[in-house]
């Protein structure tokens, strides 16, 4: 089996590093983050899809905290645990 590309390496640990930095956001400074999503939502001039999906779970603050966190939790293990994965297949 070859050695996983470099670059493959570098894009994936990016992207976790993305994950877990929207993660620790979501932790550690939950208020300006609820806050930022929310402004972005109802800001008009941004067009997502599915905006009235979203604030409407938006609405019931401490439901949204609550899965967001559980959630959080699964995706942070997901992610370090594949982060280790692929540094092992890069290394062998």
């Given at each position: 089996m070859e050695q996983a590309?470099?670059?493959f390496v570098l894009v994936f640990l990016l992207f976790s590093f993305i994950f877990?930095?929207?993660s620790y956001k979501l932790w550690f400074r939950t208020e300006g983050?609820?806050?930022?999503l929310y402004n972005s939502l109802?800001?008009?001039k941004t067009p997502y899809p599915f905006k009235n999906f979203f604030l409407k779970r938006?609405?019931?603050k401490q439901?949204?905290?609550f899965w967001q966190k559980a959630f959080s939790l699964l995706g942070i293990v997901a992610v370090v645990s594949m982060?280790?994965?692929v540094v092992m297949a890069y290394l062998k």
């Open positions: 590309p470099l670059g877990l930095s929207n983050y609820y806050k930022d109802v800001n008009e938006l609405e019931n439901s949204w905290l982060d280790v994965l």
